[in-house]
């Protein structure tokens, strides 16, 4: 199923449950003492919310059509490749962790998989390969108990 596909589905799901929720609120809500603002103002106007928002999704949904079926037949051979190089990336990272550590082969490896999805901005790859690899390292130590690899290399 397509990306398209998906928001045209999903939007009009959305938008049937969202008539679903506004058709109910009155027998499921009270309508309160009369003033401005009654126990099913709140309800009415999420309900309203979401079937504007699911409209504008499937609205999306089907313009898009047109555009995937043009780039699903210029990306086939792209698209393997990229599957191919993010493989390639991960087996060299995990191969190479022992021995470099952790930081300097995912500081690699964030880069290369920024390039393989296209991010060309050389400051954006710096500021990933500088900031990410250590958060992850901190995440997992503190967090989630579990030592990364510092490399034979480096100790």
């Known amino acids: ?64 059509r047109h555009q995937e079926v043009v780039a699903r037949v210029e990306g086939r051979g792209r698209a393997w490749l990229a599957i191919c190089a993010v493989v390639a990336i991960i087996a060299g990272q995990a191969a190479l962790m022992t021995y470099a550590g952790y930081i300097a082969t ?15 901005r050389w400051w954006h790859l710096v500021l990933l390969a500088v900031v990410v690899p250590p958060a992850l390292q901190l995440f997992f130590r503190y967090t989630m108990l579990v030592l990364l690899p510092q490399g034979s290399w480096l100790g």
């Open 1 to 64: 199923m397509t990306q398209a596909t998906r928001d045209l589905s999903a939007g009009l799901l959305l938008a049937a449950l969202g008539c679903a929720l506004l058709a109910a609120i009155p027998s499921q809500v009270g309508m309160g003492d009369g003033g401005w603002f009654s126990p099913a103002f709140m309800p009415a106007v999420i309900g309203i919310v979401i079937v504007a928002l699911a409209l504008l999704l499937a609205v999306q949904g089907w313009l898009r």
């Open 106 to 120: 995912g500081a690699v490896a964030v880069v290369l998989l920024a390039l393989t999805y296209g991010h060309r």
